[in-house]
């Protein structure tokens, strides 16, 4: 693998390209989509806390396409988070724009779901009525007649059929997040906004929910914004990933995913190109930190 230096990250050799999973490296400056769904436009923001100002973005610009399945990594404290918030119309950024299928986001967007580290399930609602909730909110984007079959739909496709009527104390912490992905797709959102919903499981039930969401996208076209610190999730997952710098962030490097003639599988984690793309990406988190990456023959 060629060597990375502080400035900047090579790309996948061609040597990787020729056997089918390259990556290519576009930097901040990369021209925006004309078909994006979600556009960030120079967006900056600042909290203001006890102790001053706390700027957590800089000019960010990034862009997802529609269908398209974007991760997002970067330090601790970069403003991960900060940014899902922006895109669901939670917080309205100080300066820049924020925009949805062509169109300003102002406030909450009902074409918006979200899933995040805890499911934050209701307890006293069975998991088929918490799957269901959404459409009480945003009734209008499913037909009436068809909500509860959709839900159960979902709740099959993730393996918990049988389970509808359970109580979410009654499930595991897997099975609790199973149902908190249906949740947020239930209303055919345009978006999906996933903050690090994978977290806080154990490593097998980790891997066997990113083997469920390629399921839920095969079934379930749909855009979706990831969250994460597990870069070998990141590389699984998504079409791209974006490297954010350190606070204040921008776009420090993004890294294509290539797509694969099959159907993903954990083994594919293990071939020479995707060693050598989580490689490239914990140099750019390297980079971020203020680290020298460590040299690779």
Known sequence: MRKIDN????????GAASSGASATHTDSSTQRMENALID?????HTFQTDSGPLQVLDKLDLSIAEGQ????????????STLTRLVA??????SGEVWLHGELVKGPRASVGMAFQNPVLLEWRSILRNVMLPLEIVPERVPAAEHEERARSLLSLVGLEGFEDKKPSELSGGMRQRASLCRALIHKPDVIILDEPFGALDAFTREDLWQTMHALRATEPFTALLITHDLRESVFLADE???????????????????????RTLDDLYTTEAVEMLAILRQQIQLAQ????????
């Open 7 to 14: 400035d900047h990250a090579a790309p996948i050799t061609s």
């Open 40 to 44: 960030i436009r120079a967006v900056s």
């Open 69 to 80: 399945f974007t991760a997002v990594v970067g330090p601790s404290g970069c403003g991960k």
């Open 89 to 94: 119309g939670l917080l309205k950024p100080d």
């Open 241 to 263: 990933v974006v490297v954010l710098s350190d606070r204040p962030a921008r776009a420090q490097y993004t890294l294509s995913v290539p797509t694969s003639s099959h159907e």
């Open 290 to 297: 203020g680290r020298t990456p460590a040299s690779h023959s």
